[in-house]
């Protein structure tokens, strides 16, 4: 009996022993049963993907004469430089700098048609947030001139001449376009023209002849000593109702009005004619404001702004021989790749594509602060 009592014990111990195991193996499914070995290898994690960068967002300003130019150099600079993705703007040159210094955008590289506007606007005036001068350095690196540009269907383009071309446009209903001199560098130059054109061609109301009483608040030309002459310009520049002059805001947007007949002739940069295959007449070197032989005679002339469009800097633009200017701002958010865009535009690629399109680069590059201008593009360029 105490044989058989021993038995049931042994039984109750096994069967006892058989749950907890099967307790543990429900709790835990991916162990194995007691006894047993594992039917598969353990699984590995399958790797994840690797998230692909986004190309960095360069801001390329640049006044509306580059437009065509650096539009192809954004497809150069892009093929070559693929994390990097251009974003550029074109308007007039003042403009382009407002965009930094009055509505505080964060721009990568500034591009302007008058070299002379950066240190004026950029280095006189200091971004709130840090303290500093919006920009240190100007690198020189084109030229240009100026011409006058017509249609098919402009008034007197059959007897055009390089000789009497001022008396054409003074005629009565002859439609002349102007780039507005409050924000395009081509506007004041051209204001810069046609009084040089008083003095060579002979024409002292010449300046009137074209614009007197085409707006309602007057530009006006006033003697300033033996040979000097400054040009103001209003705060307020609406051309009148059925006015010969039509006024737009950059100088490439008068080009479509030439073409379509609206406007019988235009003061446009001789590459941007070049660029649109439009029909011109070459201006004399004396008035071009191409030629650096007749720099002192540019110098004659100066358009100011009657107003403060920049809060601590005088508006005095003086005539001279065009040269564009080129900078990355001081608060710019992407240095870097800022530096290897200037880089590319002023290496053999970069000079390739200009001259491609009717604008090459000067030859020396002139650097007016060379000791603030970043390392890698001190070799690009000669101090002024």
Not at 45 to 56: C, D, F, G, K
Not at 87 to 103: C, F, K, L
Not at 346 to 375: I, K, S, T, W
Request: hydrophobic share 40%; charged share 20%; net charge negative.
């Amino acid at each position: 009996m105490r044989h058989r009592y021993l038995h049931w014990l042994f039984l109750l111990f096994l069967l006892l022993s058989m749950g907890c195991s099967s307790r543990r193996d429900m709790a835990n499914p991916s162990r194995p049963a007691v006894g047993t070995s594992p039917s598969q290898p353990a699984q590995t994690p399958s790797p994840q993907p690797t998230l692909r960068r986004e190309p960095v967002p360069l801001r390329v300003f640049c006044a509306g004469s580059l437009m065509i130019p650096f539009a192809a150099l954004e497809k150069a600079f892009e093929a070559a430089n693929p994390d990097i993705d251009m974003q550029m703007e074109a308007h007039g040159s003042i403009q382009v700098i407002r965009h930094v210094t009055d509505i505080h955008e964060q721009i990568d590289v500034v591009a302007t048609a008058d070299y002379a506007l950066l240190p004026m606007l950029m280095y006189r005036t200091n971004d709130p947030d840090t303290g500093q001068p919006y920009a240190t350095w100007n690198i020189r690196f084109a030229t240009n001139r100026l011409v006058l540009a017509y249609g098919e269907h402009s008034k007197g383009a059959s007897e055009l001449s390089t000789e009497n071309w001022a008396e054409i446009i003074a005629r009565p209903g002859t439609r002349v376009g102007l780039p507005d001199p409050r924000f395009d560098a081509c506007g004041y130059r051209e204001l810069m023209i046609l009084q040089l054109a008083e003095v060579f061609y002979g024409r002292k109301t010449l300046f009137e002849d074209v614009l007197m009483g085409r707006f309602s608040q007057p530009i006006r030309a006033v003697q300033e000593g033996e040979n000097t002459v400054v040009i103001h310009v209003p705060e307020v520049l609406e051309p009148r109702p059925n006015s010969t002059i039509v006024l737009r805001g950059s100088s490439v947007q008068l080009i479509p009005l030439l073409q379509s007949g609206d406007v019988d002739y235009l003061f446009e940069y001789e590459s941007v004619v070049r660029q649109h295959g439009l029909q011109f007449l070459p201006l004399p070197d004396a008035l071009s404001l191409g030629s650096p032989q007749y720099a002192a005679e540019y110098q004659r002339v100066s358009v100011k702004l009657d107003f403060r469009r920049f809060a601590s800097v005088e508006p005095l633009f003086q005539g001279d021989v065009i040269a564009y200017g080129l900078t990355i701002p001081g608060n710019a958010p992407h240095p870097p790749e800022a530096v290897r865009f200037v880089a590319f535009v002023l290496g053999p690629e970069g000079r390739r594509v200009m001259a491609e399109n009717h604008h090459p680069l000067l030859e020396p590059l002139r650097v007016d602060n060379p000791a603030r201008l970043p390392e890698s593009l001190k070799a690009l360029c000669v101090p002024e």
